[in-house]
């Protein structure tokens, strides 16, 4: 029973590990999220690139391969009027252990 325990736990941390997704994943995904947003709203990458100040090229990279920087990627977010969703990230942050609580408290 105790080995079950145990090897059932082990498979449990490999399905996990092999679940996270890379950082390149994540990039991706949030590109393909905003290119879906921005052709939604019937707005071209040109002018997407007008409104945020980001140029054409950046643009088109980031929704091609996901990468951008972060004060692109905020003023993309305040052209679509996404702000407010960039802004509440890592907001709801939950604890990961009692001290980390503790931490907090102090």
């Given at each position: 029973?105790?080995?079950?325990?145990i090897w059932?736990?082990?498979l449990s941390m490999n399905d996990f590990i092999f679940l996270q997704?890379?950082?390149?994943?994540?990039?991706?995904?949030?590109?393909?999220?905003?290119?879906?947003?921005?052709?939604?709203?019937?707005i071209t990458q040109k002018t997407l690139s007008e409104r945020s100040g980001v140029s054409l090229g950046s643009i088109k990279r980031f929704e091609c391969s996901g990468e951008i920087s972060l004060i692109s990627l905020t003023k993309i977010a305040m052209a679509l009027d996404l702000e407010d969703q960039l802004e509440q990230l890592f907001a709801q942050a939950p604890f990961l252990s009692i001290e980390e609580i503790v931490n907090d408290k102090s």
């Open positions: 029973m105790i080995k079950s325990f059932d736990e082990i997704k890379t950082p390149y994943e994540i990039d991706k995904s949030i590109a393909e999220r905003i290119r879906g947003i921005r052709k939604r709203r019937k």
